[in-house]
């Protein structure tokens, strides 16, 4: 069925910049803050107060620009949108419209399907357009449940009224579910790669609207087109546009007409709910805003911006491919944040073994930090100190085995690996005269064992190299272990 | 003691050589004020805030500490401006109970220059009307003759400089609001240069045209307490970091030279005969001291009107709607929705003139209806600022009837809404181009009601302004004291 139709998805994404400062006034944007305490005349639109531009909200949104190819307006105008809402205290939200602070920008991702068990079946290139990012004051927060008498009364919280967003609309250009989910992705860390967004859409700070349509395959003409709101996570966002496209596909087999509306989607039912029709849709009757001049932004400042750019995820993904020969899973998923993939990037040097360090830190760090719930920027084992170990790996001081536990340890304690290797009693044994030793009182210990061995079991070997490990702590090199112990057993057995 | 017989720096002289106490000013004003409550020039009186800072201007005297320039002045705030803690109602009915949490620049300025803080005076709601007939809070009657309007919307600080309650008083003036009853009541009115005075913690009515300004007995007084309200505010983006000038300075300027320009527009059908008559000879007076006077023409003057109602009620529909009763103010009490709610607050909280306004401005701003009323009145009003440009090419100052008739009788036009807008027919213009104007008394009617010309200027060329008023004021030297008893 599905194939009969194409799909057509465009997004807007809400971005919570992170200035220190409301857009225009000076309360802070802190979150968890007691209600109503983040507020002055300004953000609680109190007849008289006017509004004045924090300039970090601009160059944090040249930021965002830059970082989605998009081309800065040199004048770009604030508007009115006006609806009454008891959140909206001014009966407006301040936003732009006519002129925004850019248009114009695409990025260039990987893409790709998923199956039944979420994998990804193939990744792709594709180029998704931006139509425009525009900035606008957050409006405050309605609390209905869990407060006094609620079930008579509402509540407003204003901390979060005039918080600066930035809005990203795409252009239409999304053909599945997943690919919107890749572009949504992408863009939560080109925010947070250059610094202007935490982009967590389970708190907030990064909302996703989506209109979706559909077509006979082949068509030209767009459907008409859903809005669909409170697409509150990453998963949410992708089930959401699922669900719509199989209702909307089912409602036109079924010969009904798609009419134009805002739907909800509802976690507990996975369903999208009709909110409202286009007949009730607001008029926001937009104007220029009188109270503010136009934004001027000059050449120099962009310049200024383009300097100050980090390399973004797509282009970092890609350099950690080329560089360290990685595969391109583990190259994704170490660019996923800015500080991952500093961490890497430094682990990589400090161990001068760039793929192991990827496999250290993709297989055993990421683990540990998970369990204890850690954000790799406060990992208690540093990238000098991870890479130190991978060295003592590489030079054979300690094994694998030695490694995987003592950095569990590291962990824990926060200690170097050489104390911690020192506390487990020392490096790795690779003496041959040492091991030898110590393989013929194994032996001589194991007749049983031997005889065995000796008849045939050679599936045997694994406990004499268990039992020389227990007789070492761990300590002794397996390869030598594995190399004398077999000699040894089967040497033996020709001089007797 | 007669607040009238004295100039804001002669009142201040004698608090200085300790010969009156601004303690006692104080009192004769709020006495006065008390006499006068038939005029309804006050929503809200202040004492208590009043005397305190009296009494701190006599403190310094006693001392001998430097005297701020306004030092003892009592002046008296449109209600339309916010004081801390002081009931700021607008005129209207919903904020009938709102104390603002802070204060307005201007008032600020003033405080700090050691103004005496008298009250806040009745206006049109909102600054919503040319009569003063729309406030909540009753109509303010013209002390020249009580059956008569003092104009609007600034009525109440008019009449109360007019009687000599306070030695000056702010004002706003989104389309003539300071200017026209200025000309009504016989006393001086200056509208500034958009962006010259700050607006922040002024209630918005239409923000790209509202400006702030004095009213006072003399243009001396007028220009002293416009440098101190004067000047850049970090805190509202429209006010401009163009240099104040010394306009007290420029009072004692000569005319000689300058080029007077009379706009035939201005002069057409449904002005008064004598308001013409008493604006030719006060422009007669100017060209005998030396001004030379000549024709220009604004061509675009005749949409003004249209314009700016299209303009002004657009944003007002904007600005307003803040006052939907969830945060302060009036709330109706019978809503069961949140609908019912806002439409029973707005529909109970906001008179007939402001709700008029406000579908107006609704009307012009819809989809559909943009591009032909607001977006085509945007386009407007850049031709009549760039007619503005152009005559100031051939003059330097433009002399106009402030008002086209004098003060009209409570009642007159209060059933006839354009005729009332028509009132503002000569003021709107500068309030569209931005650029400053001035009223000032220029003679009486037959029946001894005052006439007001008005004085445009370049945009923040406020120092001609004052020039030429200053010296017409001299030469003409009326007496504007209304009949008032103890005046
Ligand atoms: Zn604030």
Redesign the pocket.
Known sequence: MRDKYEVVIGLEIHAQLKTE??I????STRFGDEPNS???????GLPGALPVLNRAVVEMSAHAALALNLTINQESIFSRKNYFYPDLPKGYQISQYDRPFSERGWVEIPTSERNESGHAIEWKMKRFRIHRLHIEEDAGKSLHEGMRESASKSYVDLNR??VPLAEIVSEPDFRSSWEAYDYVQYLRRALQYTDVCDGNMEEGNLRCDANVSIMPRGAEKFGTKVELKNLNSFRFLQRALEYEIDRQIAAVESGERIIQETRLWNERDSKTYSMRSKEEAHDYRYFPEPDLPPLVVSETMIEHVRQSMPELPEARRRRLIEQYSLSPDDAAQLTDTRTMADFYEATARASANPKSAANWILNELVRELKNTGTDISASPVGAESLGAMIRKIDDQTISGKMAKDALIEMYKSGKSVDEVVSEMGGGQVSDEGAIREMARQVIASNPRQLEQYRSGKSTLLGFFVGQMMKASGGRANPQVVNRVIKEMLEGEGQQN | MELRDFTINSLRQRIKAREIKATDVCHASLERAEKLTDLNAFITLTPDRALKQAAEIDLAADAGRPLPPLAGAVIAIKDNMVIRGVRTTAGSKILFNYKPPYTATVVERLEAAGAVIIGKTNCDEFAMGSSNENSAYGPVKNPWDRERVPGGSSGGSAVAVSTGIALAALGSDTGGSIRQPASLTGVVGFKPTYGRVSRYGLIAFGSSLDQIGPFANSVEDAALVLSIIAGRDPIDSTSSDAPVDDYLGAAKGDVRGLRVGVPRQYYGTGLDEEVRASVESAIKKLEDLGATVVDISLPNTEYAVPVYYLIATAEASSNLARFDGVRYGFRAEEADTLKSMYSRTRDQGFGAEVKRRIMLGTYALSAGYYDAYYGKAQRVRSLIERDFRNAFEMCDVIATPTSPTPAFRLGEKTDDPLEMYLSDIYTITANLAGVPGVSLPCGFTSNGLPIGLQLIGRRFDETTLVRAASNIEQAIDLDTKPPVEGL
């Open positions: 400062s409301k225009f006034c000076s309360c983040n507020t002055c005349p300004v953000c609680l009224s005039g």
